[in-house]
């Protein structure tokens, strides 16, 4: 199922069953899975994340190293900040690159979805 960015999600979420046994979640650099979809216990874990990221309460933070994204991890807001749940890398880091981050966080209109940060 593909959702794209609409009024109410600032960007696409693709959500999938694959291989028979296993859902998958992607949104922005985040490509993250849960296994066996048998286990109810994973099935609440999917939900919630999906959930999460609609609402808000949850956010990708994906780390760049130069024009590429690295690593990309979803993170749950806590009430200290953020804690990540799940993540993914996608290219070995070249550390000579310069090094940023993105948010990329479903937020009412008012409010700022996407931003980067540097370190």
């Known amino acids: 199922m593909d959702i794209p960015a609409q009024p109410g999600l ?13 859902f998958h979640l992607s949104a922005s650099a985040l490509w993250v899975e849960w296994f066996p979809c048998t286990n109810p216990k994973k ?3 999917y939900f919630e994340a999906v959930s999460g990221l609609r609402s808000g309460r949850f956010r990708v933070l994906e780390r760049w190293r130069g024009r590429r994204a690295v690593k990309a991890e979803l993170q749950s807001s806590r009430k200290d900040g953020w804690e ?5 890398s996608h290219l070995l880091s070249i550390p000579w690159l310069q090094k940023s981050f993105k948010v990329v966080q479903n937020l009412p209109l008012s409010s700022k ?5 540097n370190d």
Not at 10 to 22: A, G, H, M, P, T
Not at 84 to 88: H, K, L, P
Request: proline share 0%.
């Open 10 to 22: 600032s960007f696409k979420i693709d959500l999938n069953l694959q291989n028979v046994d296993e």
């Open 43 to 45: 099935v609440a874990q």
């Open 84 to 88: 990540s749940i799940s993540g993914c």
């Open 113 to 117: 979805s996407e931003g980067n940060v």
